[in-house]
């Protein structure tokens, strides 16, 4: 099984903050990783698929890049509702596992 | 608009059986790959099971690999999830999600969750 490896675990922001959310895959999985947020006690939101393609709806000052084996989701100017834990995905190969997650808490 | 609706969760056994179901609408469901994720207490998201829209093709995680069977019902626009032998590992909120097309393996759209609680 390909094992997906987020860092950090947790971060402290501010609102307007910068933040950057690293995921690495134990071997190469091209451009097939997806990101998610999910707030407690709410369904997963899918924000970005295929490495850098925003989803429909999803605000522009989230980004994704990387391919191979290593990703990075990029907040920019952090707003409110965007303290949640995020996940990368990865469906490259059976079975899909995701990261263990990065809480983004308010400093 | 897209509903994904889980049922079935609640309070088992350890070696007990309960089967989840997602009721689908607003959406054609036969055209999607459909999911089972949980999230554990405490604990990150992890992929249960995935089956594609026709049903032919399955995969499960290995640590449910055996005990839980996937399964859908094109016609009554339906998903379930089978799980047998149940563990106290298993206790967790399970989502079932849409993919964001056919043959996609990225979900856009998931349910609010139902709880399994497994304990004696």
């Known amino acids: 099984d390909i094992q997906m490896t987020q860092s950090p675990s947790s971060l402290a922001a501010s609102v307007g903050d910068r933040v950057t959310i690293t995921c690495r895959a134990s071997q190469s999985i091209n451009s097939f990783l997806n990101w998610y947020q999910h707030r407690l006690g709410k369904a997963p939101k899918l924000l970005i698929y295929?490495?850098?393609n925003l989803q429909s709806g999803v605000p522009s000052r989230f980004s994704g890049s990387g391919s191979g084996t290593y990703f990075t989701l990029t907040i920019s100017n952090l707003q409110p509702e965007d303290f949640a834990t995020y996940y990368c995905q990865q469906s490259s190969s059976n079975p899909l596992t995701f990261g263990g997650g990065t809480k983004v808490e308010i400093k | 608009q897209v509903q994904l609706v889980e049922s079935g969760g609640g309070l088992v056994r350890p070696g007990g059986s309960l089967r989840l179901s997602c009721a689908a609408s607003g959406f054609t469901f036969s055209d999607y790959y459909m999911t089972w994720t949980r999230q554990a207490p405490g604990k990150g998201l992890e992929f249960v099971s995935y089956?594609?829209?026709?049903?032919?093709?399955?995969s499960y995680a290995d640590s449910v690999k055996g005990r839980f069977t996937i399964s859908r019902d094109n016609a009554e626009r339906s998903l379930f999830l089978q799980m047998d032998s149940l563990r106290a590992a298993d206790t967790a909120v399970y989502y079932c999600?849409?993919?964001?097309?056919?043959?996609?393996?990225?979900?856009?759209?998931w349910g609010q969750g139902t709880l399994v609680t497994v304990s004696s």
């Open positions: 295929a490495a850098y």
């Open positions: 089956i594609t829209s026709s049903g032919n093709t399955i």
């Open positions: 999600g849409r993919s964001r097309g056919d043959g996609d393996h990225d979900f856009d759209y």
